[in-house]
């Protein structure tokens, strides 16, 4: 069964960063496009970044040019950069495969709380 196990989370102030790990079982991260999505209390969950098996990145629009996402096929690990941390960041973060319609294919791990205080 494949597993997918993210951490890195935590509390932080406005402006702060944090870097997420993904580790997935067998050969999942170089095989496939991978995502991190998040979801807010009360809101429904959102892709934030995707990375292609080629490395080709795309962003949503509320997180350009303050989040990375990353792959390390050798780890079979996806990261998550986040810098210039706000509030609306604040949010469970799951990793997953993605389609072309960004829709997850897995089940979702337990993810990882991101609080941050303004």
């Known amino acids: 069964q494949v597993q997918l196990a993210e951490s890195g989370g935590g509390s932080v102030q406005a402006g702060g960063s944090l870097r997420l790990s993904c580790a997935a079982s067998?050969?999942?991260?170089?095989?496939?496009?991978m995502a991190w999505y998040r979801q807010a209390p009360g809101k429904q969950r959102e892709l934030v970044a995707r990375?292609?098996?080629?490395?080709?990145?795309n962003y949503a629009d509320s997180v350009k040019g303050r989040f990375t996402i990353s792959r390390d096929n050798a780890k079979n690990t996806v990261y998550l950069e986040m810098n210039s941390l706000k509030s609306d960041d604040s949010a469970v973060y799951y990793c997953n495969v993605v389609n072309v319609f960004d829709r997850a294919i897995l089940s979702w791990g337990q993810g990882t709380q991101v609080t941050v205080s303004s």
């Open positions: 067998g050969t999942i991260v170089m095989s496939n496009d």
């Open positions: 990375i292609s098996r080629s490395g080709s990145t």
